[in-house]
C-alpha cells in the first residue's frame, strides 16, 4: 500500500478487519431446515433488498448459511453488482460472499452501503480472476485495504444513505406494482384460458370470437443483407441483438450500417416511427419478451432478417395489437411453438398463427388507452427510480470516495 495523507478521521483497514466471511457449509439444502434460498439470480443489481428468493428444496449440491442481517455479494461476475442485506436466515449460491461486519470496525448499516459504492466495486472487479465466469476468492478479497471514517461519522452517513434508499427502493417497488397491473390488465383482455379452452375443443367452444392473427396482421420478415457489404456508417440495421425489451439497443458493439446510398434498392424494409417488431429468434429471455416499438430516434434503419415487422389491417389498431403482444396468451402460444434448445426461434407463420379476440375498434380503443395509461405512469415510475439510484450512487461516490480512495 501506497498511503497518502487521510482524510482527517479515516483510518486504514484490511477488509478482514473490518468483516468476517461466513463461511458456513450446508451439503444437503432440503434438510437445512431453512425455509428461504437466495441466488444470484434473486439479486439486483445496486440494490440491498432481497425481493425475491425460492426454497432450499429447488436446489442441490452445497450452498452456504446466512443469518439476518448478513451481506450476500455475489462474488462471480462482480461487475453485475449484485448486493442484498438478508432479512431473513436461510441459504444462499456457493457463487456468493456471505459477509458479517465487525462492529468494532464498521456500523452493520454502513458496511452494505460501503461495498455499493464504486470505490468497493471497482476494486472487487480487478481482484476477480478468470475470464468466462470472473470470480472473487476470500483471501484476495481479505488484505485489501481500505480507509473508513470513524463510527461517529459512519452513523450520520448511514442517516443520508438510508434516506436515498428508502426513496429508491420505494419508487423500485412502485415501478414494479406498475408492470403487475400492465401484465393483469393483459391478463383480463387476453386470458390464457380462452385460448386452451378453444384450441382443446374448438367445436365446443362457446367464448369470444377468435382469430389468426395473421387475418388481421401480418409479418414482414427482414431482408438478407449480405455482411461482406456492411457499411461503417450509414443507415442502421435492425438485428435480432438490437431487439430488447420493449426498446432498441444500439450499443457500438452490436450495431451495423448499410450504405445510405443504397438504400432505394430495399426501400421496402426502411422502417418507420410507430412500427411495432419482434425478434425471431431467442425471442425470450430472462429481462422478457423481445418487441419493441419503433421511435423517430431510431430512425433511419433498415429491417435485417429473423425480425420482424407487423403489418396492420383496417380492423387491429396498432395499439391494441402492443397491449396483446405483452399477454400472456401470445407468449404462451409462441413458447408452445418455439423451436430448437441452442438457438430457440419462432418463425413468421407461429406469430401469424397465434389466436386473438375479435373486438370492435372502439372496445380495442378502450383497451389500448387502459394499457398506455399504465404503461406510461410505469415509464415515469421507471426513470423516476433510475434518478434515485443515480443520485445515491453519486452520493456514495462523493461522500465514501475521498476518504478512501488515498489507499
Request: net charge neutral; with cysteine; charged share 25%.
Amino acid at each position: 500500500m501506497i498511503e497518502k495523507i487521510l482524510k482527517p478521521g479515516w483510518k486504514v483497514w484490511r477488509f478482514d478487519q473490518m468483516a468476517t466471511n461466513v463461511n458456513v457449509r450446508i451439503d444437503n439444502p432440503s434438510e437445512s431446515g431453512m425455509e428461504h434460498y437466495v441466488g444470484l439470480e434473486h439479486l439486483d443489481a445496486d440494490s440491498l433488498k432481497i425481493r425475491r428468493w425460492g426454497t432450499p428444496h429447488d436446489v442441490e449440491a452445497t450452498k452456504l448459511m446466512f443469518k439476518k442481517g448478513d451481506i450476500i455479494f455475489g462474488r462471480r461476475r462482480a461487475y453485475q453488482r449484485k448486493l442484498g442485506v438478508a432479512q431473513f436466515d436461510g441459504v444462499c449460491s456457493a457463487h456468493a460472499m456471505v459477509v458479517r461486519a465487525k462492529p468494532e470496525v464498521v456500523l452493520r448499516e454502513f458496511l452494505p452501503f460501503f461495498m455499493q459504492s464504486d470505490l468497493f466495486m471497482d476494486r472487487a472487479v480487478e481482484i476477480s480472476v478468470g475470464s468466462l465466469s470472473p470470480t472473487i476468492n476470500w483471501k484476495t478479497m481479505a488484505v485489501q485495504e481500505f480507509a473508513l471514517p470513524l463510527v461517529d461519522e459512519q452513523r450520520r452517513l448511514v442517516g443520508i444513505f438510508d434516506a436515498l434508499e428508502e426513496i429508491s427502493e420505494s419508487l423500485g417497488d412502485a415501478t414494479a406494482a406498475s408492470t403487475v397491473l400492465k401484465s393483469s390488465l393483459a391478463e383480463r383482455t387476453f386470458p390464457i384460458s380462452e385460448v386452451r379452452t378453444f384450441l382443446e375443443a374448438p367445436d365446443a367452444y362457446r367464448g369470444r370470437p377468435l382469430v389468426r392473427l395473421g387475418d388481421i396482421a401480418t409479418l414482414q420478415v427482414g431482408f438478407p443483407f449480405k455482411s461482406a457489404e456492411y457499411a461503417p456508417h450509414g443507415d442502421r440495421l435492425l438485428r435480432g441483438s438490437n431487439v430488447g425489451v420493449n426498446r432498441l439497443i444500439w450499443d457500438d458493439a452490436i450495431t451495423c450500417y448499410w450504405p445510405v446510398a443504397r438504400r432505394h434498392e430495399v426501400s421496402n424494409y426502411v422502417l418507420n416511427a410507430g412500427d411495432l417488431v419482434i425478434a425471431m429468434d431467442r425471442p425470450f429471455i430472462a429481462e422478457g419478451f423481445k418487441i419493441a416499438r419503433i421511435a423517430e430516434s431510431d430512425l433511419p434503419a433498415l429491417l435485417l432478417q429473423r425480425v420482424g415487422r407487423f403489418r396492420l389491417t383496417g380492423e387491429i389498431t396498432p395499439e391494441y395489437l402492443w397491449a396483446f403482444l405483452h399477454s400472456e396468451s401470445f407468449k404462451w402460444q409462441l413458447q408452445r411453438m418455439q423451436k430448437g434448445t441452442d438457438l430457440p426461434h419462432i418463425s413468421r407463420f407461429d406469430i401469424e398463427g397465434t389466436l386473438i379476440p375479435v373486438l370492435t375498434l372502439d372496445e380495442q380503443t378502450a383497451v389500448a388507452d387502459h394499457f398506455a395509461a399504465i404503461e406510461s405512469a410505469g415509464s415515469m415510475l421507471l426513470s423516476r427510480w433510475n434518478l434515485g439510484c443515480k443520485q445515491k450512487k453519486n452520493a456514495l461516490r462523493e461522500l465514501i470516495a475521498p476518504g478512501a480512495s488515498n489507499v
